[in-house]
């Protein structure tokens, strides 16, 4: 068995192990009810083996990292496979440091899902092992990326604590309106989450069926003498194409739903890379999660965040405002160093500028500053509970805009992740 073969062994096992460890915390909080000792003895021992689980999953995860390390050459963290699992992988320690910190079961109940969704997101991306483009064959990689992504970690932990505030502290009783506003929030926030997990099933259910297409696209540009030039190339589809890219013709389709062709041509203003693939994903995400959010609620018969809000009644809410607000107080000065300091210092040193405003570091900023902000509310003006928790879950989303919407979306220098 090579290295790249073990390295994938090691990641599914982390995977299963994550996903058990969720169950077993999901027992830990929700089983306390129908125990027959004591109930809180019932918690911490299902909390133990809930650590044990996620600790061997956290293992075999380093297992992975270092054999995918020693089969690419180098640390595998330069596309958007490697490093979604490496995110995975920090999200992970996270957790168990400020679970070590403050041995709150419930925490890893809605922790390590984040943990699981960003990982399987990263198997949607081709895990081949790519060569380093010029630009990333810098000792920085190793330095700036790490940093940056431990950094996001907390932040990552930080939601899930603020998600948990919310949840515990909404009145689903309350007819009045700003009740109803603050359950439709929570409800939103949810039905975000929602749409990853969804997608994530999309592609793995029509890679599953072997549903492929395929386009031939003409693309014209300009280049350095203003002389018009015309290119063709090929667009391949996971998802069924309810939109094609601009300027583009059928080359393979499997029938789907009675569907043989696109039903529409994506705009001629969304002329970058893929970008009619990418409008088609989202449309996908968004249909497959209101299918998946509606059948929550037809099973649940109410709003999810009912659901789960007798699960976290008995926890002290000012508990669960504390751990979010120590978790990003770790994260915020490591994601300082790895996503400010150390990726100007590794841009001067490629392109001989410390800024250019290039859309992932303006994206890195505004993430820095959104942290800054919550820091500055927290300390200064006494912006504790529910004000805190809508920042510190806001703040995570601009987190995930700035690593999979920048990097997949806008074009830019650090476009390659998207690769």
Not at 353 to 364: L, M, Q, S
Request: aromatic share 16%; hydrophobic share 55%; glycine share 8%.
């Amino acid at each position: 068995m090579n290295t790249d073969s073990a390295s994938g062994i090691f990641l599914l096992c982390a995977f299963i192990l994550y996903t058990v460890s969720f169950f077993v915390f999901v027992i830990a909080v929700t089983g306390k009810k129908w125990s027959s000792r004591d109930p809180e003895r019932h918690v911490r021992a299902w909390g133990r083996g809930g650590l044990i689980v996620t600790v061997l999953g956290f293992l075999c995860h380093l297992g992975y990292f270092f054999t995918r390390w020693a089969a690419a050459g180098h640390i595998p963290t330069s596309n958007m496979f490697e490093f979604l699992t490496f995110l995975a992988m920090m999200i992970v320690l996270a957790f168990i440091i400020v679970f070590l910190l403050y041995k709150t079961a419930v925490l890893g109940m809605f922790a390590m899902p984040v943990g699981v969704i960003i990982l399987a997101y990263a198997l949607v991306f081709p895990p081949d092992i790519q060569p380093l483009i010029p630009a990333l064959q810098s000792y920085w990689l190793k330095i700036h990326v790490t940093t940056a992504a431990f950094g996001e970690a907390f932040f990552a932990v930080g939601f899930a604590a603020g998600l948990m505030y919310l949840i515990r502290v909404v009145d689903y009783n309350n007819a009045s309106a700003a009740a109803m506003r603050e359950r439709r929030g929570v409800e939103f926030v949810i039905f975000v989450v929602l749409l990853i997990v969804a997608f994530v099933l999309s592609v793995f259910l029509f890679r599953a069926l072997g549903y492929e297409a395929s386009f031939q696209q003409e693309t014209t540009r300009i280049d350095q003498n203003g002389q018009a030039i015309t290119e063709t190339s090929t667009v391949d589809y996971v998802l069924p194409p309810i939109v094609k890219p601009f300027n583009s013709t059928t080359t393979t389709m499997k029938p789907f739903l009675g569907m043989t062709e696109p039903l529409f041509e994506a705009p001629p203003w969304m002329n970058g890379v893929n970008a009619g693939r990418k409008f088609n994903t989202l449309i996908w995400s968004i249909i497959a999660g209101l299918i998946l959010y509606g059948l929550l609620r037809l099973i649940l018969r109410k709003q999810i965040g009912a659901a789960i809000h007798p699960a976290v009644t008995g926890i002290d809410p000012e508990d669960l405002d504390e751990i979010g607000y120590r978790a990003i107080a770790i994260g915020f000065p490591i994601f300082t160093l790895g996503a400010l300091i150390f990726a100007m210092i590794w841009a001067h040193e490629a392109w001989g500028r410390f800024w250019g405003w290039d859309p992932k570091e303006v994206w890195a900023l505004i993430t820095w500053l959104f942290y800054t902000a919550y820091l500055h509310f927290r300390l200064s003006r006494g912006w504790q509970g529910r004000k805190s928790a809508w920042m510190s879950v806001i703040g995570f989303v601009v987190v995930m805009f700035t690593l999979i919407g920048v990097n997949l979306i806008i074009a830019g220098l650090h476009s390659y992740a998207g690769v």
